[in-house]
């Protein structure tokens, strides 16, 4: 695992979930180490059925947030992450990172994950604990991504994650011909900050991402989205403040 750089090679396993209605994007594999390249052979990721999180769920958290975060499902299951102190929690991400996952559901698996905003990166070891082949988390705070290296290490995923210490529309606006090689993307921009996720959006709605990629954002529902002329909306939930907006790039 590096800083700066792309996502690597590797697979694990991610729980079954009964009965999925697919809303089908398709997505693709590649097999390198570094940044990973465009290629043709392509698998279904899936947006299953709303369902409610666990209970159990509720005393763990995603991003920002205290020492009782853990990855929920996978080969890691339980694994406790690393989390810098003294960050503010959002009272509903618990809630928000399991539903999100449950939504995406068994079809992660394989997929080529661009965690931006990453935070701490739990979304992005979630995806690749539930099976995801590789993730590349994109933090601008260096303490962040520091711990972001050291939970990939701590859950054995050193080998399929790259961070990137930069700004994630700067990283977005250097990468841009990069950016088809990743076929599940992931935002959760600084909370309230319409003007960072409308840039966010933009870059990748402008950019040549692999064709029907699904982008997931997590924002404040009172946040309108930009107008976007290649990203489509697939399915939006709320979770008390927080909307998840599933995107999909046509």
């Not at 697979?11 to 997505?27: D, H, K, N």
């Not at 769920?57 to 975060?69: D, K, L």
Request: proline share 6%.
């Amino acid at each position: 695992m590096t800083f700066g750089g792309g996502a690597a090679g590797g697979s694990g396993r991610s729980r079954l979930i009964s009965q999925p209605t697919p809303i089908p994007v398709a997505i693709g594999k590649t097999s390198t180490r570094m940044m990973p390249t465009r290629a043709s052979t392509t698998t279904m990721l899936q947006l299953l059925p709303w369902r409610r999180p666990s209970d159990r769920s509720a005393c763990f958290t995603h991003r920002m947030t205290g020492p009782a975060t853990r990855v929920t499902a996978g080969t890691s299951r339980g694994r406790l992450l690393k989390t810098p102190p003294g960050r503010a929690t959002r009272p509903t991400t618990a809630l928000v990172r399991e539903a999100l996952f449950n939504i995406i559901g068994d079809s992660i698996r394989g997929a080529r994950v661009l965690d931006l905003f990453a935070g701490a990166g739990t979304l992005g070891v979630e995806a690749l604990s539930r099976g995801a082949t590789s993730a590349t988390f994109v933090e601008r705070d260096r303490a962040c991504a520091t711990i972001v290296a050291e939970n990939l290490a701590a859950t054995g995923f050193a080998q399929q994650g790259d961070v990137a210490n930069a700004d994630a529309i700067d990283w977005l606006r250097a990468h841009d011909s990069d950016l088809g090689a990743y076929n599940l993307l992931l935002l959760d921009p600084p909370y309230q900050d319409s003007a960072t996720l409308t840039a966010a959006l933009q870059a990748l709605d402008r950019a040549p991402l692999r064709n029907e990629a699904l982008l997931v954002v997590e924002h404040h529902r009172g946040q309108p989205l930009p107008a976007l002329q290649r990203l489509s909306l697939v399915r939006d939930r709320d979770y008390g403040a927080t909307r998840l907006t599933f995107l999909r790039y046509q």
